[in-house]
């Protein structure tokens, strides 16, 4: 393995706490339903059933994919797309397009959720994906606390975890002129 190999930082989707509590949750909501006498019709415990089993056998199948949610190398930083819809909604953004990387949280009402992106540079090229038209754009500038050109190329720090010091090394090591933002 040459030294640059061994610089790359890559965070893959698994099991993290928010992701197991989830799955706990969801199991069990769904016993809870599964119980006979609870007074609730039997309609709605077998809606309820399929909506929590299937919404936590999809969380579970998005984090045993193990794919790569983000990734610093010598090429610049991918930003690992859905587990569920990866090709689509991954994208690769080279070092040359790139002026800093930033680590953001967005507030929500009951929990805080970290994310990390990168700022590009102007006149860099349109990101490839979902999420790039005005509706998207316009949403976006309103709901979260940094440039919409930082929310579209950034990723929820949500079924893996983020190593900042790793992450601050590769940063480093392949773009050392590329600041690290901590707005957390």
Not at 104 to 130: D, E, F, I, M, T
């Amino acid at each position: 393995m040459s030294n640059s190999e061994g610089a790359v930082y890559e965070a893959r989707y698994g099991f993290d706490r928010r992701t197991s509590g989830v799955l706990a949750i969801a199991v069990l909501f769904s016993a809870v339903l599964l119980m006979p006498g609870t007074g609730t019709p039997l309609a709605l415990r077998i809606a309820g059933t399929v909506l929590f089993t299937g919404g936590g056998l999809v969380m579970a199948a998005g984090s045993l994919t193990r794919k790569v949610a983000f990734r610093v190398d010598g090429t610049g930083v991918l930003l690992g797309g859905s587990p569920l819809r990866y090709r689509t909604t991954t994208v690769h953004v080279p070092w040359e397009d790139i002026t800093e990387v930033v680590l953001w949280r967005q507030h929500l009402p009951n929990a805080s959720v970290p994310w990390v992106g990168v700022s590009r540079r102007k006149g860099a090229p349109p990101l490839p994906g979902p999420g790039q038209g005005p509706t998207a754009r316009a949403l976006g500038g309103a709901l979260v606390p940094v440039p919409v050109e930082v929310l579209l190329a950034s990723r929820a720090v949500s079924g893996w975890r983020l190593d900042k010091q790793r992450l601050a090394e590769a940063v480093a090591h392949f773009a050392p002129g590329v600041p690290i933002r901590d707005g957390h």
